[in-house]
T-cell receptor, first 112, second 112 residues
């Protein structure tokens, strides 16, 4: 297994467009997390799944954001009607129960 | 409200010397602390952790110290090597809450 995989690595979009990111966790990991990192800041928690259930969402996750993890495998994060303030690195991580998190390389979103 | 703080944005250390990275937290509910290391264009990778029932944890060249009364932890790297040049994030969590709260990071540069 090669670790947590995120696609695409980079996404440039125009304000108002919808974007979707994909995360493939380490295969045996039952927990999957989404974080967002802006320049000069640490990663900020967005949401997490245990298997297919979304168990917690940050207040940072506005109603324009939706995340899914069908069948408890890969996950998608969709942002509707993107705004310039959505520009950030979106990081996915996975873990086995409450063990340490393994992060992917992230998707860098630029909203023009 | 920055609950985990890394007050030094950058640190330069001579190769072979000790690197000391500091982290302060404000939420006394935190009971598990981690250090992550991040290279450019990669996601954070786990380095070392410590539970609040301990005051020290060692793993090879890396040692984390926890001072609960001061709400302070530090990461010692000795001896420092050029490959240690990266951004280091301190993170914290508490039992029953799965999310990590990260600091803003410290960029460590090891000078050959």
């Amino acid at each position: 297994d090669t670790g947590v995989s995120q696609n695409p690595r980079h996404k440039i979009t125009k304000r108002g467009q919808n974007v979707t990111f994909r995360c493939d966790p380490i295969s045996e990991h039952n927990r999957l997390y989404w974080y967002r990192q802006t320049l000069g800041q640490g990663p900020e928690f967005l949401t997490y799944f245990q298997n297919e259930a979304q168990l917690e969402k940050s207040r940072l996750l506005s109603d324009r954001f939706s995340a899914e993890r069908p069948k408890g495998s890969f996950s998608t994060l969709e942002i509707q009607r993107t705004e310039q303030g959505d520009s950030a690195m979106y990081l996915c991580a996975s873990s086995l129960d409450n063990e340490k998190l393994f992060f992917g390389s992230g998707t860098q979103l630029s909203v023009l | 409200d920055q609950q985990v703080k890394q007050n030094s944005p950058s640190l330069s250390v001579q190769e072979g010397r000790i690197s000391i990275l500091n982290c302060d937290y404000t939420n006394s509910m935190f009971d598990y602390f981690l250090w992550y290391k991040k290279y450019p264009a990669e996601g954070p990778t786990f380095l070392i952790s410590i539970s609040s029932i301990k005051d020290k944890n060692e793993d090879g060249r890396f040692t984390v110290f926890l001072n609960k009364s001061a709400k302070h932890l530090s990461l010692h790297i000795v001896p420092s090597q050029p490959g240690d040049s990266a951004v280091y994030f301190c993170a914290a969590s508490f039992f029953g809450n799965e999310k990590l709260t990260f600091g803003t990071g410290t960029r460590l540069t090891i000078i050959p």
